[in-house]
């Protein structure tokens, strides 16, 4: 038996800089400090960040002058921090300089001529923020069947979430070029996604049973999900490793493990733990090995 944990699994760039710039503001504490919405989808990180004196905003309602507020690494619409700065809170601004880079693009093109099309979750905060940044004239789009709806236009542009699915974006890309005279493609799923999502498909191609753990709601988790879905039957997502249980794995002598950008390195060393303890249920004799 033996367990494999995808390479690049657990957090990426920009949310480990989105943690560090918050427990470095907690450190030096000089009046309540709010998140712009949760930091990172992680139940565990956001119970860990309230010890620290941490709590999370979702209204300007909830804010008082000279409060500080991080704004997290999804980043958010130009409208938000027009309200916060109306609100005179101190800014710590843990956007993801990646998302930052995607931001100035749909601004530069929000000036151009043609319609922008975003492959992504319109109720992610990201998205949310890219579309302020389109001076809301930016079409979301979710998957392949609504791009096929679209009526021809002369001219588009479409980008993506940076955590999107790359085989979704392309099929999209593919229904758009037939609906578009002339379509600019501007391919922003970050890197870190890109490695992420080539590993875990490495992966489930090697292993009986493939489990990806991280938060419910985190986008890049369930694109995880799906893309090992597709290629593997016996894939499981759980938000924590109490959820593992010997049925998951019966029979499997290869199992593979991978996480989100928002999974905590802890999460998937416990996952692991619970993974060879599940084994053990099933065939106490068997001798495990971890990759
Ligand atoms: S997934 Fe990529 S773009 Fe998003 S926060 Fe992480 S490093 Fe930045």
């Given at each position: 038996m033996k367990i494999i944990v995808a390479k690049n699994s657990g957090f990426c760039y920009g949310v480990k800089r989105a943690l560090r710039l918050a427990r470095e503001?907690?450190?030096?504490?000089?009046?309540?400090?709010?998140?712009?919405?949760?930091?990172?989808?992680?139940?565990?990180?956001?119970?860990?960040?309230?010890?620290?004196?941490?709590?999370?905003?979702?209204?300007?309602?909830?804010?008082?002058?000279?409060?500080?507020?991080?704004?997290?690494?999804?980043?958010?619409?130009?409208?938000?921090?027009?309200?916060?700065?109306?609100?005179?809170?101190?800014?710590?601004?843990?956007?993801?300089p990646i998302v930052k880079k995607i931001q100035q693009t749909v601004e530069k093109l929000s000036r151009q001529s043609g319609e922008i099309v975003i492959v992504g979750n319109p109720k992610h905060p990201e998205i949310q923020g890219l579309l302020g940044y389109s001076r809301h004239?930016?079409?979301?789009?979710?998957?392949?069947?609504?791009?096929?709806?679209?009526?021809?236009?002369?001219?588009?542009?479409?980008?993506?979430?940076?955590?999107?699915?790359?085989?979704?974006?392309?099929?999209?890309?593919?229904?758009?070029?037939?609906?578009?005279?002339?379509?600019?493609?501007?391919?922003?799923?970050?890197?870190s996604t890109r490695i992420r999502q080539e590993a875990t498909t490495?992966?489930?191609?090697?292993?009986?049973?493939?489990?990806?753990?991280?938060?419910?709601?985190?986008?890049?988790?369930?694109?995880?999900?799906?893309?090992?879905?597709?290629?593997?039957?016996?894939?499981?997502?759980?938000?924590?490793?109490?959820?593992?249980?010997?049925?998951m794995i019966r029979g499997a002598t290869r199992i593979g493990l991978s996480g989100g950008a928002s999974t905590p390195p802890e999460v998937i060393k416990n996952t692991v733990i619970a993974i060879n303890n599940s084994c053990q249920q099933n065939s106490p004799q068997e001798k495990m090995t971890n990759d």
């Amino acid at each position: 038996m033996k367990i494999i944990v995808a390479k690049n699994s657990g957090f990426c760039y920009g949310v480990k800089r989105a943690l560090r710039l918050a427990r470095e503001t907690a450190k030096n504490k000089q009046s309540k400090i709010y998140t712009w919405g949760e930091l990172i989808h992680n139940p565990e990180v956001i119970n860990e960040l309230k010890n620290q004196g941490i709590r999370v905003a979702n209204s300007p309602s909830e804010l008082k002058v000279g409060d500080t507020v991080i704004i997290r690494s999804h980043g958010v619409s130009p409208d938000i921090y027009r309200i916060l700065k109306k609100k005179k809170v101190k800014l710590v601004d843990a956007t993801c300089p990646i998302v930052k880079k995607i931001q100035q693009t749909v601004e530069k093109l929000s000036r151009q001529s043609g319609e922008i099309v975003i492959v992504g979750n319109p109720k992610h905060p990201e998205i949310q923020g890219l579309l302020g940044y389109s001076r809301h004239k930016a079409l979301v789009v979710e998957n392949e069947s609504q791009a096929k709806s679209l009526p021809y236009q002369k001219k588009r542009m479409v980008l993506a979430q940076s955590t999107q699915d790359g085989q979704l974006f392309s099929q999209i890309v593919a229904a758009l070029v037939e609906r578009t005279g002339e379509l600019r493609v501007y391919n922003t799923i970050c890197e870190s996604t890109r490695i992420r999502q080539e590993a875990t498909t490495e992966l489930a191609r090697q292993v009986d049973v493939l489990i990806i753990v991280g938060g419910r709601n985190s986008s890049n988790t369930n694109k995880l999900y799906q893309i090992s879905r597709r290629l593997l039957p016996r894939t499981y997502f759980v938000e924590s490793p109490e959820e593992i249980t010997p049925e998951m794995i019966r029979g499997a002598t290869r199992i593979g493990l991978s996480g989100g950008a928002s999974t905590p390195p802890e999460v998937i060393k416990n996952t692991v733990i619970a993974i060879n303890n599940s084994c053990q249920q099933n065939s106490p004799q068997e001798k495990m090995t971890n990759d």
